[in-house]
């Protein structure tokens, strides 16, 4: 039986303290007067970074002006840099104790299972188009890229795999911060003992610690000790300390998206000023819309909806259509956790989902299941890259593919989250976060588009776990305590 007790509630919309004070949200998807203010902000940031940037172009500015106008956003990337790795690992960690705490075994099982293979597929699809697209591709890249590739011919698909598992279990944690593992191949040629005797080249294989965080390897130890407090949480104190520690870092973040529209505004200015080609960026981000746009829309419009008729036999999109309220909202707010009561309110009124099953699921998937933010993840990971020049190997994918995975779900339900999320990704596998900022010149865009997947996920999550638990459910009865829907609201 799924059992939903008030005091997981309360620690589950504790963590969403900040992000809204009042959860009424109108037609038009806007919170409250601060939402409304901030989402405008960020617009006139945006629209002031491109005309600021294309004018001092025009006027080819001193590379001290330069510096000046790029300033600001440094510093943005510098605080959220600062926060990210914080806010991960205590949302991680508050995320398994909630998913564990008051679940049964059969129904855990279900809703992690759908979590983990869903966001799983988003983040592959994203990473396939983006790597057949190639938005961030240039054509005078061609031989830097080659060149990339002959170093990596040594590079077996062995080290690849086992350094994805050394990773996940990092030596020393604290070093996980800001070092990975990886292994490193080199050809040493070997002179004979004489003049007669050819030469001969050995592949010599060692294990270097370098510069980057090891992302999967905080994940790890995050989601290892959840699942370890969550098992005690009875007599466990970390767990409420954790919650509030992840309370502290989002009114942080909170705090620093207020800053974000000049940072927004002098990243995008100080990007459009140093790009040599701006023909080539603009089509970069051209192709770079358009790849997320696809990719949410195979995975939102095909994947899912032949997961759900798969299980249920039922028409999938008369599920978004009874959640189109919702959906609109999230449009407009481009939070999951602002959205919640509109989402619970879809599933329970229109699509008549058992409340013990949506107060426990839906709240669990605004903080855990996010698939088109871990799509952003992937995508906008390798377009960094292609933009930058640089090849990643297939060790490397991998290594973004299950970053961007894990780190989705350590991803706020608060907008903005995503940009603070990629950072980490970028970090795991060594790419400049420099050309992160030309992103932002679309990412409002790209956000109203992304988010909604994410409540699609979440609806067509509880129906499924619903329709394969609802049997077994109904022959124990209904006795069990639900958390009364003014008590998410309110």
């Known amino acids: 039986m799924v059992r939903a007790t008030s005091n997981k509630h309360s620690r589950n919309h504790k963590s969403q303290s900040g992000v809204e004070k009042n959860k009424n949200c109108n037609v038009f998807g806007f919170q409250n007067t601060k939402d409304t203010a901030l989402v405008i902000f960020t617009m006139i940031g945006v629209f002031v970074g491109i005309t600021l940037g294309f004018g001092l172009r025009q006027a080819n500015v001193s590379a001290d002006v330069k510096t000046v106008v790029a300033f600001p956003g440094e510093i943005l990337l510098r ?14 960690i508050t995320g398994v104790t909630q998913l564990s705490n008051g679940q049964n075994g ?38 830097a890229t080659d060149m990339s590739k002959g170093a990596d011919l040594t590079f077996s698909w062995l080290d690849t795999f086992l350094d994805v598992i050394r990773n996940l279990f990092p030596k020393n944690l604290v070093e996980a911060w800001f070092r990975v593992d990886r292994t490193k191949v080199m050809e040493v040629v070997q002179s004979g003992q004489n003049s007669s005797e050819n030469a001969t080249t050995l592949v010599v294989k060692t294990l270097e610690s370098a510069d980057g ?20 949480s009875g007599n466990s104190l970390l767990i409420p300390f954790f919650e509030e520690l992840y309370s502290v870092f989002m009114d942080i973040m909170i705090k620093i998206m207020w800053y974000a529209p000049i940072g927004i505004c002098s990243l995008i200015a100080g990007s459009l000023v140093q790009v040599e080609n701006i023909l080539f960026t603009f089509r970069a981000l051209c192709l770079y819309m358009t790849t997320m746009c696809v990719g949410l829309f195979i995975h939102s419009m095909v994947v899912l909806p032949l997961l759900y008729f798969a299980v249920t036999r039922k028409n999938p999109y008369k599920v978004y259509a009874a959640s189109l309220h919702a959906l609109i909202a999230v449009f407009g707010t481009t939070s999951s956790a602002a959205t919640l009561p509109l989402t619970i309110r879809c599933a329970e009124e229109k699509l008549g989902i058992d409340k013990r099953f949506t107060r426990v699921m839906l709240p669990l998937g605004a903080t855990i299941n996010m698939d088109g933010t871990a799509m952003f993840q992937g995508v906008a990971t390798i377009t960094i890259a292609q933009m930058s020049g640089i090849s990643l190997s297939f060790g490397k994918v991998i290594t973004v593919w299950i970053t961007g995975t894990l780190a989705g779900i350590g991803a706020a339900a608060v907008p903005g989250s995503g940009m603070v999320v990629v950072l980490f990704v970028l970090q795991s596998v060594g790419i400049p976060i420099e050309a992160l900022g030309i992103l932002y010149t679309v990412d409002w865009i790209v956000e109203r588009v992304r988010t909604p997947v994410n409540i699609m996920g979440d609806q067509i999550g509880v129906c499924i776990v619903s329709h394969i638990n609802q049997g077994s459910d109904d022959k124990q009865g209904s006795s069990e305590e639900t958390v009364p829907l003014e008590d998410i609201v309110t």
Request: glycine letters at 6%; aromatic letters at 6%.
């Open 106 to 143: 059969r129904v855990g099982l279900h809703i992690v299972v759908y979590y983990v293979a869903t966001t799983f597929c988003s983040v592959l699809i994203g990473i396939a188009l983006v790597l057949a697209i190639k938005p961030g591709y240039q054509p005078h890249q061609v031989e």
């Open 213 to 232: 965080s090891n992302a999967l390897g905080l994940i790890s130890f995050c989601i290892m000790l959840g699942i370890t407090l969550s098992k005690n």
């Open 79 to 92: 605080m959220l840099r600062m926060l990210v790795i914080p806010l991960i690992t205590t949302s991680i």
